[in-house]
């Protein structure tokens, strides 16, 4: 008989290797989508002065915050007239440059005596300040009201505003109290206003009165003598 072979094992196949597996990155889940965003629109370019406009202007700040208003004012008016293109700062300075102007600003005293303010009437008529003038000499009126002084500016003043009848009623009283009120009433072009006034004319043209102890006279500069 013949032997039947018995079939033979096949070897194993060992199993294929595979290939090496390769970490994939992860996925950020928050990062923005591949779109490139827009850019962001450039910054405006500032001119090279607007900086050093800028640097006087708050050295200006310090002294106004050191009551140095003088030393402010003149840096803050520096920034006006060295810098008139920087015109978005120009607001700012001149609001604190009216600050410094006012502290710098000598405060006037008002006058207090008859001679103070009969001064200080000679100056506003001189400047033609009539107003002023005419307010000092009221108070002097008020005190003294037979200083012929302060009667005969006050006729010169209500002249120069074309009052005539305050004007020629004051230069009457001053020529009762002082006759020489008259001769310098005659020719005295701050009284031109008043030569067609009959009234004027008149007190002018009246016999002179007997004088009481007039005041004596002080130095009157007028408006037309400057």
Known sequence: MTKQRRPQPHPAKSPPQSAPVRPRPARNVDAAPSRS??????????RSTYFEAVAIYERGLEALQRHDYEGAGNLFDSVLR?????????????????????????????PQTVDERLYAATLAINGGQYDQA????????????DNDHALYMLAVAHAQRDEHAEAVAHLERAIALNHENRALARNDPDLEPLRDDESFRAALE?????????????????????
């Not at 005419?134 to 009201?145: G, T």
């Open 82 to 110: 060295q810098y008139p293109e920087e015109k978005e700062l120009h607001e700012r300075v001149r609001l604190y440059l009216n600050i410094c102007q006012r502290q710098v600003k000598p405060r006037e005293s008002s």
């Open 206 to 226: 009246a016999p002179p009165l007997a004088p009481r102890s007039p005041h004596p006279r002080r130095p009157f500069k007028s408006r037309t003598a400057r």
């Open 37 to 46: 965003a827009p850019a962001a629109p450039a910054a405006p370019q500032r």
């Open 134 to 145: 005419i307010a000092h000499l009221r108070l002097v009126r008020d005190e003294d009201p």
